[in-house]
C-alpha cells in the first residue's frame, strides 16, 4: 500500500485526470467507519451495487477535506489506497493544491463529529460554512460545478436558503436531503401524479433535528406530487408527550391513518409482538404506554393540504407513510426501507442521484423539497421551544415542480 499523501504535500496539484473521467471533491465533517462520510465517499472509491450490477461511475476522488480527524479518520487509509490527497483547507482541497477551481464536482457531508447544540437543540453542523467557501471558491474562479449536500441544507432555513439562491446566482446544479426518498418502498407504490391529496400520516423514530428531517423529507416526496404541485406551508405545530394522544381524541391527526402507516411496518413493538394486531396497537391505550416522549409535527400547507408526523420511539424501528387520496376507498401506504448496517445499501441509492447529477450537469430532483423540509423543521421547533402553538410561516410560500417520474429505487 501507498504512504497516504499529507498535509505537507497539500501544496502540490493533485494528477491531471484521466480522459473523460470526472473530478470530484469531498468536503466533510468526520470520515470513520459507518459515518456519512464513509457511506457515501466509498461509493465514489470502489462503486455500488445497482440493479444487480456493480456500478463503477466515470468519477475519481481527488481530494478531500476533513475537518475533524481524531482516532478512526479513515481519510488517510482511503488516501494512500486511492490516491489522493487529504487539504488543510476547503479551498485547497476544490483547487487541488493549485490555483483555480480543479474539480468537476463537491461533495459536502456535514454529518456526525463533535459540535455544538443550540437552544432548539440542533447540532450546529456547518454545512452553509462549508458551501460558503464552496460558493466563495466558484466565484472567484469564476467557474462552478455540481454540488451535493448531504441531508439538511443547514439547521437554520435562512441559511438553507441563502444556500439555494447561492446556487441560483451562480446557475449550478445543487442537489440535497436524505436518502428516504430514494430508497425502496414496501409496497413500491407512489401518489398518483396530481392525485388530490386530502390527509397524510407519517410515522418514524428517532432524535429531533435528525430523524425527523428524513421522516419529513420522505413524506414531502410523496406529498409534492398532489394536484397543483408544490405551493408551500402556511403553518405548523409541534407538541409531545401526553398532549399527542389529546390531540389524537380531539381528532387532530387520524387513527385510521395511523392504522395503515403501522400496518407496513415489520418492527413493531409491544402488542403486536404478542399478537400481531397493528390495529388495536393504534386503535387502544397500548401505544401510549410504549411510547418514549412521542412528539407530533402538524403541518398545513398552503393549498389546504394536511399532514402530520408522528414520532414514536418505542413503537416501532422504521419509517411509514398512509395517505387519503380522493376516490381511493383505502388509504395509499408504504414503509421505506432502510436496509441495516454496515452495508446500507439506499445511501448506494442516493449517491446514484448524484452520480447522474454530476455526469448530465442536472439535478434529477429540486433542491426546493430540502429547503422546505428545512424551514419546516426549522419552525416546527421553535414552536415546541417557545410553546408558541401553531405558527404562521410566510417565509415557506415555497413552489416548486416536483419530477413527474418517481424515482425511488425499485426491485
Known amino acids: 500500500m501507498r504512504n497516504p499523501k499529507t498535509t505537507d504535500e497539500a501544496a502540490q496539484p493533485s494528477p491531471s485526470p484521466a480522459p473523460g473521467r470526472k473530478r470530484l471533491a469531498i468536503i466533510t465533517t468526520v470520515w470513520k467507519y459507518l459515518t456519512h462520510a464513509q457511506h457515501m465517499g466509498d461509493r465514489f472509491l470502489v462503486g455500488y451495487p445497482l440493479d444487480g450490477a456493480w456500478k463503477r461511475p466515470a468519477i475519481d476522488v481527488v481530494s478531500v477535506y476533513v475537518d475533524q480527524r481524531t482516532a478512526g479518520d479513515l481519510s488517510g487509509e482511503r488516501a494512500a489506497a486511492h490516491g489522493f490527497t487529504v487539504y488543510p483547507k476547503i479551498a485547497q482541497a476544490l483547487r487541488c493544491g493549485g490555483d483555480k477551481l480543479a474539480v468537476d464536482a463537491v461533495l459536502i457531508i456535514g ?32 467557474r462552478s460545478v455540481p454540488v451535493f449536500n448531504d441531508k439538511h441544507l443547514s439547521y437554520s432555513f435562512t ?8 446556487s441560483k446566482r451562480l446557475k449550478f446544479p445543487f442537489l440535497a436531503g436524505s436518502s428516504l426518498p430514494v430508497t425502496w418502498r414496501l409496497p413500491s407504490v407512489d401518489l398518483p401524479f396530481g392525485a388530490v391529496v386530502e390527509d397524510a400520516l407519517m410515522v418514524g423514530v428517532g432524535g429531533s433535528d435528525a430523524m425527523d428531517f428524513h421522516a419529513l423529507e420522505a413524506m414531502q416526496s410523496v406529498l409534492e406530487r398532489r394536484k397543483g404541485g408544490e405551493t408551500g406551508v402556511r403553518r405548523v405545530d409541534m407538541i409531545q408527550g401526553d398532549a399527542v394522544w389529546r390531540a389524537r381524541d380531539a381528532g387532530k391527526w387520524s387513527r385510521e391513518l395511523l ?10 413493538q409491544g402488542l403486536s409482538v404478542q399478537d400481531g394486531r397493528p390495529q388495536a396497537l393504534a386503535e387502544g391505550d397500548e401505544i401510549a404506554r410504549i411510547a418514549e416522549k412521542p412528539a407530533a409535527y402538524f403541518i398545513e400547507y398552503r393549498d389546504g393540504t394536511k399532514a402530520t ?17 380522493q376516490g381511493r376507498p383505502e388509504p395509499l401506504s408504504m414503509q421505506f426501507l432502510l436496509p441495516p448496517d454496515p452495508n446500507v445499501a439506499y445511501s448506494a441509492q442516493l449517491m446514484n442521484h448524484v452520480v447522474t447529477m454530476i455526469e448530465s450537469g442536472r ?13 419546516v423543521l426549522d419552525a416546527c421547533l421553535d414552536a415546541r421551544m417557545n410553546n408558541l402553538g401553531p ?12 419530477p413527474r417520474e418517481s424515482l425511488f429505487a425499485r426491485t
Open 259 to 268: 392504522g395503515a402507516a403501522l400496518s407496513r411496518s415489520d418492527s413493531l
Open 159 to 166: 441559511k438553507a436558503k441563502a444556500m439555494v439562491d447561492a
Open 363 to 375: 439535478a434529477p430532483y429540486p433542491v426546493e423539497r430540502t429547503l422546505l423540509v428545512c424551514g
Open 309 to 325: 408526523l408522528l414520532m414514536l420511539n418505542g413503537v416501532l424501528r422504521d419509517y411509514n407513510l398512509a395517505v387519503k387520496v
Open 391 to 402: 405558527i404562521e410561516t410566510p417565509q415557506l410560500a415555497l413552489r416548486y415542480e416536483p
Open 111 to 142: 454529518e456526525h463529529g463533535d459540535y455544538p447544540h443550540n437552544a432548539k437543540g440542533q447540532i450546529l453542523y456547518p454545512r452553509y460554512e462549508f458551501f460558503e467557501v464552496v460558493a466563495s471558491v466558484f466565484e472567484a474562479d469564476g
